[in-house]
Nanobody, 117 residues
Framework: QAQFVESGGGLVQPGGSLRLSCEIS????????MGWYRQAPGKERELVTS????????YYADSVKGRFTISRDHAKNMVYLQMNSLKPEDTAVYYC??????????WGQGTQVTVSS
């Protein structure tokens, strides 16, 4: 069974940076497009960024383009999210999962990111 352990969140001031990590077990990410999602209070979970299995293609939501960078380490079976120039509207719980994941699939606990002065 797929397992995701997200970490690296925290409280940061506007303009600050965080690097999120996602440790994946139960399957190999080698042939999977992976993504980072976030869910803010009162809102639906949304795909923020994704990376193809070969790392040759990345997608970023307009709201994070130019500030966030997704990467993956096949050897460690991990996915990362570097977040710079954070804004209060980036406050959310962040999750990693396959791009093909559905709400009924397994999701990890996520990691809380709070951007506030």
């Amino acid at each position: 069974q797929a397992q995701f352990v997200e970490s690296g969140g925290g409280l940061v001031q506007p303009g600050g940076s965080l690097r999120l990590s996602c440790e994946i077990s139960g399957f190999s990410i080698d042939a999977e497009a992976m993504g980072w999602y976030r869910q803010a209070p009162g809102k639906e979970r949304e795909l923020v960024t994704s990376i193809s299995w070969s790392s040759g293609y990345t997608y970023y939501a307009d709201s994070v383009k130019g500030r966030f960078t997704i990467s993956r380490d096949h050897a460690k079976n991990m996915v990362y999210l570097q977040m710079n120039s954070l804004k209060p509207e980036d406050t959310a719980v962040y999750y990693c999962n396959k791009v093909a994941a559905t709400p009924s699939d397994y999701w990890g606990q996520g990691t809380q990111v709070t951007v506030s002065s």
